[in-house]
C-alpha cells in the first residue's frame, strides 16, 4: 500500500511517499481502508519534530472509511462497516490503517466519511472544550481564536449552541466571513487591532469568562487581560509558538484567574465520553444543525502541499488527504 511516512523530522519536504507492506490487525484492532484522513496541527508538530516521536513514523491521527479486516478478539464489527477514528498514531496518512477496536466509531447513515475525517478530532475537540473544561452557560461571553480554523469554525457553532456570545480573532476579511457565518456574534481581526482593548470594548470593560486560545505565543499574555474575575485561560494549541514560562502570581494579579492546557486525549479517554462526544457530533450533522466546512482535499502525494498550507495560514476550516 501507499503510505506517507517522516524518516527524519524537518520542514514539509520529508513526508515521503513510500510502498510499505499492508499491515495486519493484531489481537482487538482492525484494519480501515482510509477514504479521508484528517490534517491537524499536531502533525506539523510531530512532523517538525517539535514534540517527539520515534522515525520513522506514518503521521495522522484522524481518519474515516471502512473496515478491511478484522484481529483476534473483536466482535460486534464486520468487514465493509463504515468507522472513523482518532487515536494517537493511528498513521492515517495511507491507503490503510491499523486502529484500536475500542478507538473507532460507527458512521450513521447520513454522515459521509469525508465529513467523519472532518469532524472527529476537531469536532470532539471544541465539543469537550464547550461542554466540559468551560462548560458554556447563557449569559457567558468567550473569546475564541483563529475563528476560522479547523477547531475555531466548529468551537465557534458549538459555543452559540450552548447560548454563549462569541467574540472571534481572525487574520483575513475572507475568515472573518467565515467566522460570522459559524456564529461569531463579533469578529476582531487580530492581526490588524489590538484584541484585548477591543474585547474590552465590546464588553463594556467587564471581560468575558473564558478564552479558548490555540495560538499560544501571539495571544496568551493579552488573552489573561480580557478575562473577568474568576474567568478561565484554556490554552490548547500554540499554532503561533510556545508561550513563554509563566508565573502563577499573575493569575493572582489578575483577578482570581484559572488556567488550563487540555488535550482531547484525556476527554475521550473513556469508550463513553468517546461515544458521547463523536455521537452528538454525527447527530448535529445529520440534523443539519452543524456544519463542517472541508476547505481543501489533497492526495496522498501531496502531503507536504496541505501541511505548507495549514502552516502558513492557507487555510480555513478542514484539510483533509484522500488516498
Ligand atoms: N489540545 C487539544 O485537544 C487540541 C485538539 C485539536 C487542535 N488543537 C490545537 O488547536 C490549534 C488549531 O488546530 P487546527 O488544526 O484547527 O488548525 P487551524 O486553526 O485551522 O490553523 C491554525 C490557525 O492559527 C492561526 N494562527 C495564528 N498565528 C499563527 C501562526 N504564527 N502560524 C500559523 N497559524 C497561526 C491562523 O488563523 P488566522 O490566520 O485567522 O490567525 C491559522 O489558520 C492548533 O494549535 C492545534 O494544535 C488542540
Not at 465529513?115 to 468567550?142: F, I, K, N, S
Not at 463594556?204 to 474575575?229: C, E, H, I, M, R
Request: glycine share 12%.
Amino acid at each position: 500500500m501507499k503510505a506517507v511516512r517522516v524518516h527524519r523530522t524537518g520542514g514539509p519536504e520529508v513526508l515521503q511517499l513510500d510502498d510499505v507492506p499492508t499491515p495486519s490487525p493484531r489481537l482487538g484492532e482492525v484494519l480501515i481502508r482510509v477514504e479521508a484522513a484528517g490534517v491537524n496541527f499536531i502533525d506539523i508538530y510531530q512532523r517538525s519534530g517539535a514534540y517527539k516521536i520515534a522515525s520513522p513514523f506514518v503521521p495522522g491521527q484522524e481518519a474515516a472509511g471502512t473496515i478491511a479486516a478484522l484481529g483476534a478478539g473483536v466482535t460486534g464489527w464486520s468487514v465493509g462497516d463504515r468507522v472513523g477514528c482518532y487515536a494517537g498514531g493511528l498513521g492515517a496518512y495511507a491507503e490503510c490503517a491499523i486502529a484500536p477496536v475500542d478507538r473507532i466509531v460507527r458512521l450513521p447513515d447520513g454522515v459521509t466519511t469525508a465529513q467523519a475525517a472532518a469532524v472527529l478530532l476537531q469536532g470532539m475537540t471544541a465539543h469537550y472544550l464547550t461542554a466540559t473544561t468551560y462548560p458554556l452557560r447563557p449569559g457567558d461571553t468567550c473569546v475564541v481564536h483563529a475563528a476560522a480554523g479547523g477547531v475555531g469554525l466548529l468551537l465557534c457553532q458549538l459555543a452559540k449552541r450552548r447560548g454563549a456570545r462569541v467574540i472571534g480573532t481572525v487574520s483575513t476579511a475572507e475568515k472573518e466571513a467565515l467566522a460570522r457565518t459559524a456564529g461569531a456574534d463579533e469578529v476582531i481581526r487580530y492581526t490588524e487591532t489590538d484584541f484585548a482593548a477591543e474585547v474590552k470594548r465590546l464588553t463594556d470593560g467587564a471581560g468575558v469568562q473564558v478564552v479558548y486560545d490555540s495560538v499560544g505565543k501571539t495571544t496568551f499574555s493579552a488573552g489573561l487581560g480580557v478575562l473577568a474575575p474568576r474567568g478561565m485561560m484554556v490554552l490548547f494549541g500554540q499554532s503561533s509558538g510556545a508561550v513563554e514560562p509563566f508565573d502563577p502570581q499573575v493569575l493572582n494579579a489578575r483577578g482570581s484567574l484559572f488556567l488550563t492546557r487540555p488535550t482531547l486525549a484525556h476527554y475521550v479517554a473513556a469508550r463513553t465520553e468517546l461515544e458521547q462526544r463523536s455521537g452528538d457530533l454525527f447527530g448535529w450533522l445529520r440534523d443539519g444543525s452543524l456544519r463542517v466546512h472541508i476547505d481543501r482535499r489533497f492526495p496522498l502525494a501531496d502531503a507536504a502541499e496541505a501541511h505548507r498550507m495549514l502552516a502558513s495560514r492557507g487555510t480555513t476550516g478542514k484539510v483533509l488527504l484522500e488516498p
